[in-house]
């Protein structure tokens, strides 16, 4: 396998083995890879609430969530609310008589 790195990161653990911190550029890499499978194998493990939503990614505003939401709820569930639901949205919420409608 060839690993093609930023010369910076490059020079970063050749100084790493040259210090003696590593025996090889080969044992380096093979710390950094574990490391990297081991943050894999967390982040998979981790509960999908926990994990960051698309939606939190991107910081979308409310009203893209909101009609994301709506575009869910199937059209007939839309034909049966009823056609005065705003204006009597009283009555429907608590229970309050209908007003009279202009």
């Given amino acids: 396998m060839t690993i ?3 010369p910076d990161v490059e020079r970063s653990i050749q100084a790493a083995v040259h210090s003696g911190h ?9 710390e950094a890879a574990s490391l990297l499978l081991e943050r894999l194998k967390h982040e998979q493990a981790k509960p999908a609430a926990a994990r960051p939503t698309e939606a939190a990614q991107t910081h ?3 009203w893209e969530v909101i009609e994301e939401e709506n575009s869910l709820i199937p059209p007939e569930v839309w034909a049966a609310l009823p056609t005065d639901l705003a ?9 309050t008589p209908k007003r009279p409608t202009a």
């Fill in 87 to 95: 204006e009597q949205h009283d009555h429907y919420i608590y229970g």
């Fill in 60 to 62: 979308k505003p409310i």
């Fill in 22 to 30: 590593f025996a090889s550029v080969d044992d380096a890499m093979i």
């Fill in 4 to 6: 093609h790195l930023p």
